[in-house]
T-cell receptor, first 113, second 109 residues
């Protein structure tokens, strides 16, 4: 069974740029959730995708957008980067058959300068 | 809005001592509550959930609706328990997890 993977591991961007983060869900999982974890804080829900459709969104502006592909992998896109977007971005996959447990990836560390 | 509060940023104990990591929630209904753990250089993982009433790695957590608490307990801490612990709850009809800020448990030899 392959776990959740994320790429890249870390990256540095400049304020105003755009970034795309990628996530491959665990085998058999059809739901992907994205979280932002600022330093010293718990993860905050950004949005969730289920069968290629957005299935709920947290308190994040529209410049945070996402996609889910037919193989259930997912992308998180952030436009017009701000310094406060610097954080660890976590992806979690789950299955509607076992909807309580989310399996997290290792995260992508984004630094905005 | 639902909220999870972990009042302690750091809990430092000696090996063999009892551990209690505090978690309080705000929710008027029947919440689904979880404890997630992150060991050093490892990914966030589920430790236990209140509906299963399991004991994982010696940890237990009881839901107290009167006090709106879901404290994590272990009678005898081990050095390998040192990690970040997050209390979390579901929000809404989908699997949106709301996390507390986390408590770092440091178990000293």
């Amino acid at each position: 069974e392959t776990g959740v993977t994320q790429s890249p591991t870390h990256l540095i961007k400049t304020r105003g740029q755009q970034v795309t983060l990628r996530c491959s869900s665990q085998s058999g999982h059809n739901t992907v959730s994205w979280y932002q974890q600022a330093l010293g804080q718990g993860p905050q829900f950004i949005f969730q995708y289920y069968r290629e459709e957005e299935n709920g969104r947290g308190n994040f502006p529209p410049r945070f957008s996402g996609l889910q592909f037919p193989n259930y992998s997912s992308e998180l896109n952030v436009n017009a980067l701000e310094l406060d977007d610097s954080a660890l971005y976590l992806c979690a996959s789950s299955s509607t058959g076992d909807s309580y447990e989310q399996y997290f990836g290792p995260g992508t560390r984004l630094t905005v300068t | 809005a639902q909220r999870v509060t972990q009042p302690e940023k750091l809990l430092s104990v000696f090996k063999g001592a009892p551990v209690e990591l505090k978690c309080n929630y705000s929710y008027s209904g029947s919440p689904e509550l979880f404890w997630y753990v992150q060991y050093s250089r490892q990914r966030l993982q589920l430790l236990l959930r209140h509906i299963s009433r399991e004991s994982i790695k010696g940890f237990t957590a009881d839901l107290n609706k009167g006090e709106t608490s879901f404290h994590l307990k272990k009678p005898f801490a081990q050095e390998e328990d040192s990690a970040m612990y997050y209390c979390a709850t579901f929000s809404g009809g989908y699997n949106k997890l709301i996390f507390g800020a986390g408590t770092r448990l440091a178990v000293h030899p």
